[in-house]
Each structure stands twice: as structure tokens, then as C-alpha cells.
């Protein structure tokens, strides 16, 4: 196994990044729980919990079909798509409360990632695809 952990590690440094955001907010306006009223600590928070809420089952479905064998073009590609969506996500959402493109790329690009990994990996599983 040597693709998924690459973008495992590289979405891992991503949360990172948006877990100190979200705790430079906390200690500049000197909030220890919920958002305090800040709209940029529920920005930020908001930006976290979105990736936390996508990036792990995204993750797994990547570990599954690379341990089915599955492409390393198709690896390659759930990754780069995976890793360009997050961060457009974020940018989005960093940009404005309310829609923006970088955010519409992001949701379309995770949804796109889960779909295609879970109907490959169902594929593989159930041996519709070689």
C-alpha cells in the first residue's frame, strides 16, 4: 500500500491547518467552548467540521479500493480531486458565509469522490469490475 497513505498524510497536514485557525480564534477572543458569538470562530469551525465530516469515509473508501487492487490511475485521481476539493472547500467558506464557486467546486468535487469510490469499491467488491 503506498497511494492512499500519500493523500492520507497530505489531508492530515490540511487539518491541521484549519484545527489552528480554529484555535488562534479561540484564544485571540478567549473562547473555550461553542463560537462566543464570533462569526470568524464559527467560520472556522465550520471549516473543520465540514472536512472532519467528509474526509474520513472518503479515506476509508480510498483504503478499501487500494487494498482491492484497485488503479493507481483511479487512486491517483479519487486523491488529487479529494485533496484539490478540501482546500477549495475551506477557501470558499474563508471568502464569504454565504455561496461562493471555490466552495460549490469543493462540495461537488468531495460528493463526486464519495460517489465514484463507492461504486467502485462496490464494483470490486462484488466483482463486476476485473
Given amino acids: 500500500m503506498a497511494i492512499m497513505p500519500v493523500y492520507a498524510g ?6 491541521i491547518g484549519l ?14 467552548l461553542g463560537d462566543g458569538g464570533e462569526a470568524g470562530l464559527r467560520q472556522a469551525m465550520r471549516m473543520q467540521g465540514n472536512f472532519i465530516e467528509y474526509v474520513p469515509l472518503a479515506l ?4 478499501c479500493l487500494e487494498l482491492m487492487a484497485a488503479s493507481a490511475g ?11 476539493a478540501r482546500v477549495a472547500h475551506a477557501l470558499g467558506i474563508a471568502m464569504t458565509d ?5 466552495r460549490f467546486v469543493g462540495t461537488v468535487g468531495t460528493f463526486g469522490v464519495l460517489v465514484v469510490g463507492a ?11 476485473p
Avoid at 19 to 32: D, P, Q
Wanted: hydrophobic fraction near 65%.
Fill in 60 to 63: 476509508i473508501l480510498m483504503l
Fill in 74 to 84: 483511479l487512486l491517483h485521481g479519487l486523491g488529487v480531486a479529494l485533496v484539490v
Fill in 98 to 102: 454565504g455561496a461562493s464557486v471555490p
Fill in 119 to 129: 461504486l467502485a469499491s462496490l464494483g470490486l467488491a462484488l466483482g463486476m469490475f
Fill in 10 to 15: 497530505i489531508l492530515g497536514l490540511v487539518l
Fill in 19 to 32: 484545527s489552528l485557525r480554529v484555535i488562534r480564534y479561540r484564544l485571540k477572543h478567549r473562547v473555550g
